[in-house]
């Protein structure tokens, strides 16, 4: 074994459910149906959404960590359930109150929690499935 | 094979997502959230239910059917989906204006609706995910 | 504890791949297409089975087993898996030459290739998903 | 709707995982071995256990619930996972001292441990997976 | 938020059945059955194929989507259900006439079939699981 | 099609269950409470772990395949299986004598036994799902 760490990843699921609409607000009812169908029922339909939060760098030698799966999450908890888990997204998260919270702009949001309690030089990536069959991911990338 | 015909179970998967709330309207906000916590917030909160109906009967012994699983998951689009898909259960579903839409409650909903449109000699029974985790079931039964 | 053994359910999963077609030899293809649709493609299609195999019956009370997990998978393999395995069911499967392989069918044949060879005092109950939204049972019953 | 409850099912997964070999103390290594196999390795091997409780019975009315699913969660925590999770089940739970601790002793002691904190009324159900594709059940029956 | 549109990947999970052998036909059977072992079978067998479909891309900043996962659903029930959902890929796809249906081949099909009708400013990425325990991935990387 | 091969991902999943704890020899016990709470038990705990080898290189234009997955499932099973599953990690796997059998380091000897029996022109990835909701990848990457 050479003296340079060993770069790896770990992940983390956690969940939440939560009510949304999809619409934007200086569309006219009629330009939301179009674009988001019955997503955008204005009484609200909703999800559980499975989050997959990835870290990658070096492995600590001693430890055998990239990171401790336990603080990761307890941030988790503490960063994005506390904020979303049983909320309506539209009305009680401030990130959607003048945004649509499609899954990408969940995802993003996610990120932008989770950022700055991260040492810098971990890779963070988010996956988040809306449903079984649908999900997005958001690394950062512009 | 003697001549008096097999009985099997036939399932099938079936999936929509809606908002709700659990309170009981002529209870105080501080009786439902005692109650109910998190899942009788006011703005809604939302799940990706998983639905299986299953079906116990004599399998045909030309076809091999108990029931034609096209036929069923039709049914459930047009009985079920239709009326639960995208929506407010609490505002937008009659049978849960004055009912709490509780898992439970879902499925006994659910089995009302497929009832009459299945052969009588064949059993139903309701599986309702309400997230990976919890899951309610019902058949009918008093 | 009293001496009188308890009793439990052990359950196993396996899986198979296999080709089939539903259609009644005696009917006509339009008969057939209207009964069975695309699943009675004269050209075959196919399905990754996954098989449950449920055994219910005392607790040895010194193994601690209902019936040893192991020698189960065994059998599967012996008497199912090398039946049905990268097999077409309809020209390879002695059973379903006259008979539709339905999965209910299926799951009948499979149960009478393992009964004969598990203790009496079990009871055999069969699961077996054709699709992960499709998926029958059988327990002997008639 | 008539007056008599209905009744129906109410099911809340929860995991541990543990390290556990399986073998009868009175026996020879041999003896194990030719019995266990690879589980007797004496330097124990693990799993993680994916535990299913159900709860049947009626419906309550005005809440909607057969048993608070927050309740169960919280009491398999406390009686289960506290006793379990991340143990040594043949060192460090006494119920495994002089038992072999198979999935399906592991069930029937679940099912001890919590069947005198729930009301008397309600049915308890247990499914314990030992891996994806092995799991046992266990309701009390004898 | 700068004005630089954010990137993300959104998938879409879709599925179909088929029925295939693989085989060369320039090959001996003795050839093929040492290549390809059962799955040469000349009566075919099938499988249940689960496919995802990855967009990346920049995020739409008004409606927050990077494609619309409902048109892509459409886009691939006609691109790719159609052409394989209850088909003998050997005998009824054209791609496959003179080519192995392999998993890695199918991939790629589906690459060449969805790729002309998405925005190329759009990233396309295949993931095909032939079974739940194996898949196969395409990107149109050379 | 032009004569550059394309380049694909072929993926094969196992499983193995083991005991292990973590902690680091040359840290007191309190040391190693504070790293890795009841992940360092004395007496262990276990797993159900799920791996996936990945496999990235070019498609053979005649057999379809970058890789034959009957083979690498032999070869997981010899190199993989036989020295990991129903096993204690610390105590009988020598690569874990003095080091830390996190899930990093775990990947890590996987990838590192793997390695010289593929072919070097194809890429090797490793995920490893320690329980089903933590993961951890690695490439070879430094």
Known sequence: ?????????????????????????????AQN???FGPCSNPRYHGHNY?????????IDPVTGYVYDLGTL???IKREVEARLDHRNLNEEV?????????????????????RPHLPVHL??????????RNFVEYDGAQ
Do not use: C
């Open 94 to 114: 401030p990130e959607f109150f003048d945004r649509v919270p499609s899954a990408e702009f969940i995802a993003v949001a996610i990120w932008k929690w989770l």
């Open 73 to 75: 999450s307890s941030l």
């Open 33 to 35: 149906e179009a674009q």
């Open 123 to 132: 890779d963070l990536h988010i996956t988040l499935y809306e449903t079984p």
């Open 50 to 58: 499975e989050l997959i939060v990835k870290l990658t760098g070096p």
């Open 1 to 29: 074994m050479n003296t340079k760490p060993l770069r790896a990843s770990v992940s983390r699921h956690a969940h939440f459910n939560a009510a949304h609409r999809l619409y934007v607000k200086t569309w006219t009812d």
